[in-house]
T-cell receptor, first 113, second 113 residues
Framework: KNQVEQSPQSLIILEGKNCTLQCNYTVSPFSNLRWYKQDTGRGPVSLTIMTFSENTKSNGRYTATLDADTKQSSLHITASQLSDSASYICVVILSSNTGKLIFGQGTTLQVKP | KAGVTQTPRYLIKTRGQQVTLSCSPISGHRSVSWYQQTPGQGLQFLFEYFSETQRNKGNFPGRFSGRQFSNSRSEMNVSTLELGDSALYLC????????????FGNGTRLTVT
C-alpha cells in the first residue's frame, strides 16, 4: 500500500533553534518528493521538489534530504523564526505520467519566542 | 502574476443540500486539482483536470464531481451533503503534474450543519 508517514506529529522549539522533520514513504513507482509549508488558514506553499537522483536541496533556511534507498526524507530548518510556525507536509508523487499524489499527515511546528 | 483564486472563502450548508466551489488557476496553467483537508484525514486528493478532461481521480464517492472549462477555470460540486463533508477544500494549479510544483489557493472552508 502506498503510504507516506511523517514524524513527529507536532513539535515545539524555541526561536533560533534548529529542527528536523522526518518523512518515510512506501510508494512505488516513485517520481518525486515534495515538501510544503502550510500556514494556518492558507493553502500549502511549495518548499522543495526532489527527484530520485537528488540527495539534497535547499531553499533558504530549509534543507531537504532524500535517501531513495531507505525511502526516507527529512526537512531541516535552520535558525528557526516565529514565522516558521506552520504545518509541514511531505508529498510523494507517483510516476510522472499518472501524477498521483500521496500526502503525509503533516508535522505541526510551533516556534516560541 | 495572480495566484490561484478560490471562491467562496467560507460556506455554510445544510445536510442534503448541494454546493459548487470555484477555482481560477494561475494564468497559463492547464492542470487543476482538488483536495479535501480535514484534521483527521489530512490532505486527500479528489481529482485532477487537464485540458477539460479528468485525468486522475481519488477515492471519493460519486457525490463529488468536477469539471474544467476551456479557460482552465474549474468547479467542484458536492451533492447531498453530509456532516462529514465539512472540510477545507483546496484547489491547486500547475503547468504539468509531472515535476511541476503545485500552486495552491487558500481554500474554501465548507461547514455542513
Amino acid at each position: 500500500k502506498n503510504q507516506v508517514e511523517q514524524s513527529p506529529q507536532s513539535l515545539i522549539i524555541l526561536e533560533g533553534k534548529n529542527c528536523t522533520l522526518q518523512c518515510n514513504y512506501t510508494v512505488s513507482p516513485f517520481s518525486n518528493l515534495r515538501w510544503y509549508k502550510q500556514d494556518t488558514g492558507r493553502g500549502p506553499v511549495s518548499l522543495t521538489i526532489m527527484t530520485f537522483s537528488e540527495n539534497t536541496k535547499s531553499n533558504g533556511r530549509y534543507t531537504a534530504t532524500l535517501d531513495a534507498d531507505t525511502k526516507q526524507s527529512s526537512l531541516h530548518i535552520t535558525a528557526s523564526q516565529l514565522s516558521d510556525s506552520a504545518s509541514y507536509i511531505c508529498v510523494v508523487i507517483l510516476s510522472s505520467n499518472t501524477g498521483k499524489l500521496i500526502f503525509g499527515q503533516g508535522t505541526t511546528l510551533q516556534v516560541k519566542p | 502574476k495572480a495566484g490561484v483564486t478560490q471562491t467562496p472563502r467560507y460556506l455554510i450548508k445544510t445536510r442534503g443540500q448541494q454546493v459548487t466551489l470555484s477555482c481560477s488557476p494561475i494564468s497559463g496553467h492547464r492542470s487543476v486539482s482538488w483536495y479535501q483537508q480535514t484534521p483527521g484525514q489530512g490532505l486527500q486528493f479528489l481529482f485532477e483536470y487537464f485540458s477539460e478532461t479528468q485525468r486522475n481521480k481519488g477515492n471519493f464517492p460519486g457525490r463529488f464531481s468536477g469539471r474544467q472549462f476551456s479557460n482552465s477555470r474549474s468547479e467542484m460540486n458536492v451533492s447531498t451533503l453530509e456532516l462529514g463533508d465539512s472540510a477545507l477544500y483546496l484547489c491547486a494549479s500547475s503547468l504539468w503534474t509531472g515535476d511541476s510544483p503545485l500552486h495552491f489557493g487558500n481554500g474554501t472552508r465548507l461547514t455542513v450543519t
